[in-house]
């Protein structure tokens, strides 16, 4: 397939931050051009953990995009050890929480009060099991006798694998998957089972975390994994499976908290996330499946609609700046094959 113009449905984003406050303000719009929807996680200082706060974030968010948007926000909650049940429920029922967020304690930004085990949430999650409401994780392991670059493998051993035994119609999106393990984990799994898959997963190898010195607009949590580990994702991303779907986990930080001594993890991808996942398809010679993974296969497995508009991208090319919005972008001062027109 040799397109120069490329044209799909809207996509959707199944995994985005977007922080609050100023920052909020600046990278909400740019999402907003180009998706339909994003999952929109709930890891703010302090968490999203009770309906007042997820709907009080969800006016700031609309506030801080342009008046013609169509964009819409859908919101989580983050779980602790002490997240009600019922309370859980009721705010899937009524409209205003589309999923809830695991994040293991201490795996990753503003995770300090995430939860301790599975065993903690188990009345939630059965609650949930029974609403039919969606589980997305931060599949990794935080022991730290576990290495870093097999927490998430060890993630899917010891706790995913028991938690879908455990709870087998609970619906499970594993987040940003980064390796081998996950991704066969889930094209074998359940249909209950499926995941996301970030574009900086796809382009990098842990060699650039070191090319020519630390780099720290490389690094993210789930950390970037050997080669092998990347070709598998990026298989994954382009089989067409309907279990593996657009998650960016586009996770903008100020420049001096990425280039401090101690940088936050997180890839603001957010600008040319499209055009940085079609890349990838066009070298795996993949165009026709981009509209599954970036537009259909998400909304399918979360039970919501398909968009009913369109983006167009073409094979011109374009230059991604060194800064967008005061950030560094993902793939800044790189020229990508692929520009979005509209």
């Known amino acids: 397939m040799d397109a120069q113009a490329l044209t799909i449905r809207r996509p959707d984003d199944w995994h985005l931050h977007l922080r609050d406050g100023a920052m909020l303000r600046a990278v909400a719009p740019v999402t907003a051009r180009r998706f339909g929807r994003a999952i929109v996680m709930p890891n703010l200082s302090p968490p999203v953990t009770t309906p007042a706060l997820a709907a009080a974030y969800r006016d700031r968010i609309r506030a801080a995009l342009p008046a013609d948007t169509g964009f819409a926000p859908l919101m989580t909650c983050y779980l602790t050890d002490a997240t ?9 029922a009524d409209g205003l ?5 695991l994040y293991p304690a201490h795996a990753t930004t503003n995770s300090a009060h995430g939860v301790s085990s599975v065993a903690a949430i188990r009345p939630v999650l059965a609650a949930m099991e029974r609403a039919g409401m969606v589980l997305c994780v931060h599949g990794e392991v935080t022991d730290p006798a576990i290495d870093i670059f097999d927490r998430e493998a060890v993630f899917v051993e010891r706790v995913l694998q028991p938690l879908i035994a455990d709870f087998p119609g609970l619906r499970i999106v594993l987040e940003h998957i980064t390796t081998a393990q996950a991704a066969a984990f889930v094209a074998d799994g359940p249909a209950t089972l499926a995941a996301t898959i970030t574009p900086q ?17 490389a690094y993210c949590l789930p950390v970037v994994k050997r080669e092998h580990h990347r070709l598998a994702v990026r298989a994954a991303a382009v089989s067409g499976s309907a279990k593996f779907f657009l998650g960016t986990d586009s996770a903008p930080h100020a420049v001096a908290a990425k280039e401090s001594g101690c940088g936050c993890a997180g890839i603001f991808n957010a600008p040319f996330a499209l055009e940085s996942y079609l890349a990838v398809f066009e070298e795996e010679g993949a165009l026709d499946r981009f509209e599954g993974f970036a537009s259909e296969h998400g909304a399918r497995f979360y039970g ?3 968009n009913a508009g369109t983006v167009t991208l073409v ?16 793939h800044a001062g790189e020229r990508l094959a692929w520009r979005v027109t509209k």
Do not use: E, Q, T
Not at 97 to 101: D, I, P, S, T
Not at 202 to 216: T, V
Not at 315 to 330: E, H, N, Q, Y
């Open 304 to 306: 919501l609609p398909l």
């Open 97 to 101: 929480w589309v999923a809830a967020k």
């Open 201 to 217: 997963h796809l382009h990098l190898n842990r060699n650039a975390l070191f090319a020519g010195g630390l780099r720290p607009h």
């Open 84 to 92: 009600d049940p019922a309370a859980l429920v009721r705010g899937h």
């Open 315 to 330: 094979r011109d090319g374009v230059d991604v700046p060194a800064r967008v919005a005061g950030l560094v972008p993902f």
